[in-house]
Nanobody
């Protein structure tokens, strides 16, 4: 059974920080590239950040560059999203996602991040 368990959401004031974590079980974590998505109220789900299976390559949406940082620790089967300088526009449900480009894909349940102005 593959599970993606997220933690680290919450309520924060603008300019504050949070760290999201996503722990993957059931498959070799290092085989997956990991992606963070988010869905804000009234908007479609959007790409936030991605990290390759090796951790050597990262990709970010323009809206979060310089503020959000993705990383992974394969020994802990965990991917992180460090969120700094948060803005009200970052308010969303954040989802972690695991895939290999083809084949099965896995989603976390999502956790709420609310940034107050």
């Amino acid at each position: 059974q593959v599970q993606l368990v997220e933690s680290g959401g919450g309520l924060v004031q603008a300019g504050g920080s949070l760290r999201h974590s996503c722990v993957v079980s059931g498959r070799p974590f290092s085989s997956y590239r990991m992606t963070w998505f988010r869905q804000a109220p009234g908007k479609e789900r959007e790409f936030v950040a991605r990290i390759s299976w090796s951790g050597d390559s990262t990709y970010y949406a323009d809206s979060v560059k310089g503020r959000l940082t993705i990383s992974r620790d394969n020994a802990k089967n965990t991917v992180y999203l460090q969120m700094d300088s948060l803005e009200p526009e970052d308010t969303a449900v954040y989802y972690c996602y695991a895939d290999q480009g083809v084949g099965e894909k896995y989603w976390g349940r999502g956790t709420q991040v609310t940034v107050s102005s």
